[in-house]
């Protein structure tokens, strides 16, 4: 049975130090505003992540239910999981969505859960001030872009589809196909989409499912 300190930990700081496990969940303000990657989240999760690693290098688990949010706080978290020297699985309930689709790819195996979806895009800026301010905010844009698209590049060119697609699928045969794909809006995959086009590993079974030991 777990205890007081080990609920509180897990409801307030979204880490189980004894399982190593994370949680990666929008915290809920006093607004109608959907809850999604933040600074918050990200500054939590970077503390939480490094202290499961200074314990020991054993296998955490993540899981994660997100719409996304902020680039820059996203990729803190991204970049928190790949430098972990423990392996990573997260696993990805409701939807992995947005900039959260992107935090999945930093993961050593990615989990989707038979119900979730996976949604990724170009994303949004909302420009604001003179022209050379909109100038500045639309290079950095582009400069997001492409490290979105690179991301996402390099784990479809082990995807399924792009081996069936393509006889041999190159970086730029892929890049250009999700940039295809992206100009039409938002892609909705379901999680066997998902593990099929490569943006993750596998869909888990629960009905099968014994343990979650057995994703370490």
């Known amino acids: 049975m777990l205890n007081s300190d080990v609920i509180s930990d897990i409801q307030s700081y979204g880490i189980d130090i ?26 939590t999760f970077y503390k939480n992540i490094r202290l499961l690693d200074s314990i020991s290098h054993d296998p955490i688990i993540i899981h994660m239910h997100s719409i996304g949010g902020n680039w820059n706080d ?30 999945l790819q930093a993961a050593d195996k990615r ?6 979806y996976f949604m990724c895009h170009f994303g949004s800026s909302g420009y604001s001030g003179n022209y050379l301010d909109v100038q500045k905010a639309a290079t950095f844009e582009k400069r997001i872009t492409d490290n979105m698209l690179e991301i996402y590049t390099e784990v479809c060119l082990k ?37 099929y086009y490569g943006f993750s590993d596998l869909v888990l079974n629960t009905r099968k499912f014994n343990s979650i030991n057995s994703l370490k």
Not at 19 to 32: F, I, K, M, Q, S
Not at 74 to 95: E, K, R
Not at 166 to 181: A, I, Q
Request: hydrophobic fraction near 35%; aromatic fraction near 14%; glycine fraction near 6%.
């Open 18 to 43: 004894k399982n190593r496990e994370l949680y990666l969940h929008g915290y809920v303000a006093n607004t109608d505003d959907d809850p999604g990657v933040d600074y918050k989240m990200a500054a």
């Open 74 to 103: 996203g990729m803190a978290i991204y970049d928190a999981i790949c430098l972990s020297q423990s392996y990573v699985t997260i696993i990805a309930y409701g939807q992995a969505e947005s900039m959260s689709s992107i935090v």
């Open 111 to 116: 989990v989707m859960m038979p119900n979730s």
């Open 159 to 195: 995807g399924k589809y792009f081996k069936e697609q393509y006889t041999e699928p190159t970086h730029e045969k892929v890049k250009n196909y999700l940039k295809r794909k992206f100009k039409e809006g938002d892609w909705y995959l379901d999680a066997n989409e998902s593990v």
